[in-house]
């Protein structure tokens, strides 16, 4: 083959790996993936008395998700119409999924809690994008409590948070501080 080609080839090479990757990504999520997914989060609720619920969202053929949701609730919050007329604004509490890619990876992330009409939901936050042979047991009580500390700050927020500063910190630092 001619030296010039070598690189190109290596690519092309890349390329169909990367699509047959895509293929097998696919076909493990369909042959147990998903339902590992799910049987863990069941078990992790069932262990801790979390009160959440797992859920498959189909609604697009290998774009699955598995979520598992804290449901909606009464926000608490009223509007009121006029007339004696109020209406409650529904809260959606939040939910941690694990939401197959269109490459077959998946990708885990937390969809925060809001209030409807009130405000702008926060994007979701990605924990990790990973192969479906990467997502082991072990991760998802990682994942689900890195998703409760977020919910646990949406609930409980306040503005008793230290300030965060940028920049660089001058004067350097005394005599035993690390």
Known sequence: MDSQFFSLKRKVDRYREVQQNTSAFREAWKNGVRDLIRQSLDQICAETGLAATTEIRSEVDNLEAVALTLGDTPSGLLQILGAGLRRDLIKHNGAL???QLFNGKILVLIDYPFIENYGDPRPPKTIVICKPQELQPPFFI??????LEEMIAWEDYDDEEPI????FTFGGSKKGEA
């Open 164 to 167: 965060k500063r940028i920049g």
């Open 142 to 147: 990682r994942h689900v409590e890195e998703w």
């Open 97 to 99: 999924i694990y939401q």
